[in-house]
T-cell receptor
Framework: GAVVSQHPSWVICKSGTSVKIECRSL??????MFWYRQFPKQSLMLMATSNEGSKATYEQGVEKDKFLINHASLTLSTLTVTSAHPEDSSFYIC??????????FGPGTRLTVT | QQQVKQSPQSLIVQKGGISIINCAYE??????FPWYQQFPGKGPALLIAIRPDVSEKKEGRFTISFNKSAKQFSLHIMDSQPGDSATYFCAATANSGYALNFGKGTSLLVTP
């Protein structure tokens, strides 16, 4: 299957700082990438849909000014958590869609805000 | 509102047994139904997927059964192994280009 990477795999930051998470499709071009958030023992919650070269579409209840998404190229999307607070601590996962039906997920980024 | 309902929440199966996880949906526009396997601390991995034009798809020990009229689909894991112990998510989407609607997940434990 197609490979999606995320960096970093885990990050600890202080409250009030910003953190950037990268999502890359390594062996295919992804016109669409998705960002999810997952709390322990829960399902994945879609945060936003990111299309290359255009503004991301955010799900209801997700603050676009807090979770900045940039999809600068067909292989890279970034999620920046601005002014992070402890309640933003979570597991963030991106997925990328190939030209077909399949969506492949990255390994996730564990964010801890102290 | 959960668009895909998944059951059971947890499942314990003996090694060699069959694990069965069920999902149901309401949106008749859904036309792509994947299953994902997730290990703790990892991202979900695509296991197998089906479109509604077929009633069953098999890949190795994994089989999806699909009932379009009942709007239900299920994952069968044959000859379950301890290494299959993970959380399984069903999902559905319309037109494949849209985001996946996930079920709440099933935690599977396969005992030796």
């Amino acid at each position: 299957g197609a490979v999606v990477s995320q960096h970093p795999s885990w990050v600890i930051c202080k409250s009030g700082t910003s953190v950037k998470i990268e999502c890359r499709s390594l062996d295919f071009q992804a016109t669409t990438m998705f960002w999810y958030r997952q709390f322990p023992k829960q399902s994945l919650m879609l945060m936003a849909t990111s299309n290359e070269g255009s503004k991301a579409t955010y799900e209801q209840g997700v603050e676009k000014d807090k979770f900045l998404i940039n999809h600068a190229s067909l292989t890279l999307s970034t999620l920046t958590v601005t002014s992070a607070h402890p309640e933003d601590s979570s597991f963030y996962i991106c997925s990328a869609r190939t030209g077909g039906d399949e969506q492949y997920f990255g390994p996730g980024t564990r964010l801890t805000v102290t | 509102q959960q668009q895909v309902k998944q059951s059971p929440q947890s499942l314990i199966v003996q090694k060699g047994g069959i694990s069965i996880i069920n999902c149901a949906y309401e949106n008749t526009a859904f036309d792509y139904f994947p299953w994902y396997q997730q290990f703790p601390g990892k991202g979900p991995a695509l296991l197998i997927a089906i479109r509604p034009d077929v009633s069953e798809k098999k890949e190795g020990r994994f089989t999806i059964s699909f009932n379009k009229s009942a709007k239900q689909f299920s994952l069968h894991i044959m000859d379950s192994q301890p290494g299959d112990s993970a959380t399984y998510f069903c999902a559905a989407t319309a037109n494949s280009g849209y985001a996946l609607n996930f079920g709440k997940g099933t935690s599977l434990l396969v005992t030796p």
